[in-house]
């Protein structure tokens, strides 16, 4: 199967991150597709990801995963991505989701929403619907662990228009009021992301 590769995407976040002073997760080749089943399933199988900082963005995910199996719906204009990390120690694996959760709390706040608060151990909720998740897949081999870790955030996406979630979701669209950059908010969740995991290592 041919995946279709967003070059223009991809250059930007580049340029963005280049522009940040990450600590640990030095991403030199993000991957940004137009249409995938899931992320987490395309840097595990398809990419074999085994270096810190592979990254994995789609504009869809046809068959999007969430925690115990559960379907997550990834319109256009959401953000769906997985990161691979490479945690120093087995220790710092309990910490992932909620070094995730407090880096996408941090970014929705910086990008102008209110009132959103973490739903423990996975999920982001704004004015008491649900904004946004995280996965955490870990495999550890002896003293070694590799972490796929998911991030799917309703951003620009209408999730009124599914049936399924239209009660019970909402996105930084209808949060705000504004169309947000895509590439402009991964590049603040990756730095965020960078700086939380960073503390976090040196604190073990």
């Given at each position: 199967?041919?995946?279709?590769r967003?070059g223009?995407?991809?250059?930007?976040?580049?340029?963005?991150?280049?522009?940040r002073?990450?600590?640990?997760?030095?991403?030199?080749?993000?991957?940004?597709?137009?249409?995938?089943?899931?992320t987490?399933?395309?840097?595990?199988n398809k990419?074999?990801?085994?270096a810190e900082?592979d990254?994995?963005?789609s504009?869809v995910?046809?068959?999007?995963?969430?925690?115990?199996g559960r379907?997550?719906?990834?319109?256009?204009?959401?953000l769906w991505?997985?990161?691979?990390?490479?945690?120093?120690?087995?220790d710092?694996?309990?910490?992932?989701p909620?070094i995730?959760?407090?880096?996408i709390?941090?970014?929705?706040?910086d990008?102008?929403?209110?009132?959103?608060s973490?739903?423990?151990?996975?999920?982001v909720?704004?004015?008491g619907?649900?904004?946004?998740?995280?996965l955490?897949?870990?495999?550890?081999?002896?003293?070694?662990?590799?972490?796929?870790?998911?991030?799917?955030?309703n951003?620009?996406?209408?999730?009124?228009e599914?049936d399924?979630?239209?009660?019970?979701?909402?996105?930084?669209?209808?949060?705000?009021?504004?169309?947000?950059?895509?590439?402009?908010?991964?590049?603040?969740?990756?730095?965020?992301?960078?700086?939380?995991?960073?503390?976090?290592?040196?604190?073990?």
């Amino acid at each position: 199967m041919e995946f279709e590769r967003l070059g223009d995407d991809e250059r930007k976040l580049r340029e963005l991150l280049r522009l940040r002073s990450l600590r640990r997760l030095k991403i030199s080749n993000p991957i940004c597709l137009t249409s995938v089943d899931s992320t987490q399933s395309f840097i595990a199988n398809k990419l074999h990801s085994s270096a810190e900082g592979d990254l994995v963005i789609s504009r869809v995910q046809t068959a999007g995963k969430g925690r115990e199996g559960r379907s997550w719906f990834s319109q256009e204009g959401g953000l769906w991505m997985t990161m691979t990390l490479l945690p120093p120690n087995a220790d710092i694996l309990a910490r992932i989701p909620s070094i995730a959760t407090n880096s996408i709390l941090k970014t929705l706040e910086d990008f102008g929403a209110r009132g959103c608060s973490i739903k423990p151990p996975n999920d982001v909720y704004c004015g008491g619907r649900k904004i946004a998740g995280v996965l955490a897949d870990a495999s550890v081999t002896g003293s070694s662990s590799v972490v796929y870790l998911g991030v799917g955030i309703n951003v620009n996406n209408d999730t009124s228009e599914i049936d399924r979630i239209s009660e019970t979701a909402t996105s930084m669209r209808y949060e705000t009021g504004s169309t947000l950059d895509l590439m402009e908010f991964a590049a603040s969740l990756i730095a965020s992301l960078d700086f939380e995991y960073a503390r976090a290592i040196a604190e073990m």
